[in-house]
């Protein structure tokens, strides 16, 4: 199977935006400071790797369906949807909050090209929900960070 020209275009949305995680991820990971630093440290680690691999697995993807890959730095950074991040050191608890954001953007951008993948390539649809369901956990535990536990009336 080829990519026609949509197909191809929706899988390097997805792509720039994986390639941007990964290199924000990195920068905040760099200049994070601040209370429970390392568990966020560490945490950022886990996320460039996740970025890194489901940016790799779009890309062969899309060479297998004979489409072609841009992952240039100029490419992703005039095509991302993800918002820049801050160039300054950051807090923890300010991390949680601009990454969210950004697992969250990442995540959106999968969600919106799915059913047109789907219907143009299935086996691709399938690597999207592994992106979708990979950067939504994450989402989810970064975010739990700045999260207090709700009260419960008796």
Known sequence: MK??????????????????????????????????????????????????????????????LHALPDGRSETVTATSTLPKLPPDQLGTSDVVGLITERLDAAASTARRVHDDVDDADPTSADILHTIIETLEQYSWMVSAENQAPRKHSS
């Not at 990519?3 to 275009?9: E, P, T, W």
């Open 3 to 64: 990519a026609n020209k949509q197909l191809s275009d929706n899988l390097q949305a997805v792509l720039v935006d994986l390639i941007e995680l990964g290199i924000q991820g990195k920068q905040a990971h760099w200049n994070v400071v601040g209370k429970n630093f390392r568990d966020m440290h560490l945490q950022l680690d886990e996320i460039i790797v996740a970025a890194r691999a489901l940016s790799d697995e779009v890309a062969e993807r899309m060479r297998a």
